[in-house]
């Protein structure tokens, strides 16, 4: 798959999952591809929403099926959220657990729900924000509830990029 196609696919996918709660958004606008990540903007009933996206570059784990994989960062302005990150991981996680995200060899926890994890507070989400920011490599540890491990890496690179890119579209400093 070519690299526009590729963002197209998460572009789609990402916007399933932010508006999974039910609010009218209208298709996103890619607002540039940095490195492995891509940066994306669009309207929410009404608001400007912005978020950065990428897949791993090598997802391991004894599975026979796993749906697509995506790390987010997204900002909503108007909620006067920044920074949120999530993760959809392709499976269904065990019920009550938690996943792994380690960046240069610090670890974040990160709680589940159906087939997504996320921080557990602002402060967490904007720790591991600057962290993908600076960071070359991250690696996301999972269990799903057949209680398959996973390990998923993810390239770091063009982060930085995206990161400014969904600041500068959606005014978050």
């Known amino acids: ?30 607002i540039g591809n940095f490195g492995d990540w891509a940066a994306y903007s669009f309207e929410e009933n009404g608001k400007k929403v912005c978020y950065m996206v990428t897949q791993p570059k090598k997802a391991e784990g004894k ?51 159906k087939d997504m994890a996320w921080t557990k507070s602002p402060g967490a989400d904007n720790g591991l924000a600057l962290a993908v920011r600076k960071g070359s490599k991250m690696v996301v540890k999972g269990r799903s509830s057949r209680g398959t491990v996973t390990t998923d890496t993810i390239s770091l690179k063009g982060s930085g990029g995206a990161h400014d890119a969904i600041n500068k579209t959606c005014g978050v400093k």
């Open 63 to 113: 599975y026979t099926k796993r749906g697509d994989i995506f790390a987010l960062i997204t900002h909503r302005p108007a909620e006067k959220t920044k920074n949120v990150f999530s993760y959809i991981t392709g499976y269904t996680y065990k019920n009550n657990s938690e996943v792994t995200v380690t960046i240069d060899g610090n670890n974040t926890k990160l709680f589940t729900q």
């Open 1 to 30: 798959m070519t690299f526009t196609k590729s963002c197209l696919a998460l572009a789609s996918a990402a916007t399933i999952a932010l508006t999974s709660f039910g609010a009218h958004a209208q298709a996103p606008n890619l």
